[in-house]
């Protein structure tokens, strides 16, 4: 129910909240295999935010906050046929926002229609760069990359080639079935060596404080986690709605550390990317 004001039920009018940074995952699949994905693309989830239900959305949010920069992103988000669609929404939402695609670039020569709506939607497109390790990827990936330079030239968007995406944090120990929140005990740490403190994304409507909290239930439902007591505190997390109060807006977005923070390391450790190309299996059982 949409909150009201004191005048006969009338909705009630918010001042628009500019926020630093929002982000929104356009796919849930993604064409490599990157360990440790905050948002568990490298675990096969499938699928795409339709631009009917993801365009409603972002429209509803419109009229409650202003993002300074906005990030359009995934899993692979060229792998969302309607992403043309929200790169124009985007700009007549948000004109003034930083408006941001992040891809690692593979299938962006397949859509000379996407390179074409990067430039004229004034969108910077972020490339990134998943290893330096496995030699089959580095070849699709130095292809691309050409064909996207001959695009920016032809287009003339700007693009930022992001060389640092093979660094990768763990936020969760183990693998598959069988990972769990690290639950070190002291979110505090987790929070001040989180390398997403301003990932507030949106998903399913509503706006999580990150990625790892945003998907867990995706993940949690493919290995059957959900009566794991372990996830339990953080599977109960609930992000804000776009009927939240101003106070409730500003208090999420101005929020540090909680409790839910205790689900990533309070010791964060790094670890480089290598093969990514090929999909993740579960170890084999060592009785079969």
Not at 39 to 56: C, E, I, M, P, T
Not at 163 to 171: G, L, Q, Y
Not at 216 to 227: H, I, M, P, Q
Request: charged share 20%; proline share 7%; net charge negative.
């Amino acid at each position: 129910m949409a909150p009201t004001n004191g005048n006969a039920g009338q909705p009630a009018i918010h001042r628009v909240l500019v926020v630093p940074f929002l982000e929104m995952d356009l796919a849930f699949a993604c064409d490599l295999h990157c360990r440790g994905c905050t948002h568990y693309s490298n675990y096969g989830l499938k699928g795409h935010v339709a631009f009917r239900q993801g365009g409603d959305w972002l429209r509803a949010w419109a009229t409650r906050l202003i993002p300074e920069t906005f990030s359009m992103l995934g899993g692979e988000p060229a792998l969302n046929p309607d992403l043309v669609a929200y790169l124009k929404l985007a700009q007549l939402l948000w004109p003034n926002a930083r408006r941001i695609l992040i891809s690692n670039g593979l299938g962006l020569a397949r859509r000379p229609d996407l390179l074409a709506a990067i430039a004229e939607t004034g969108t910077r497109l972020d490339v990134s760069v998943h290893s330096y390790r496995d030699f089959a990827y580095l070849e699709r990936f130095n292809q691309a990359l050409l064909a996207i330079e001959e695009a920016r030239l032809a287009h003339g968007f700007e693009m930022i080639l992001r060389t640092a995406e093979h660094s990768f944090t763990r936020t969760y120990r183990g693998e598959g079935p069988a990972m769990r929140p690290f639950a070190d005990g002291s979110p505090e740490a987790s929070w001040e060596g989180c390398i997403g403190k301003l990932c507030r994304t949106l998903h399913d409507g509503r706006i999580w404080k990150c990625p790892p909290l945003a998907f867990l239930g995706k993940v949690a439902d493919r290995f059957g986690l959900r009566d794991v007591p372990e996830w339990q505190p953080y599977l109960a997390y609930q992000p804000i709605s776009v009927e939240a109060t101003e106070a409730e807006m500003r208090d999420f977005f101005t929020r540090e550390a909680e409790t839910v923070c205790g689900m990533c390391p309070a010791q964060p450790q790094t670890f480089e990317q290598g093969d990514i190309t090929k999909a993740w299996r579960p170890p084999a059982d060592p009785a079969g």
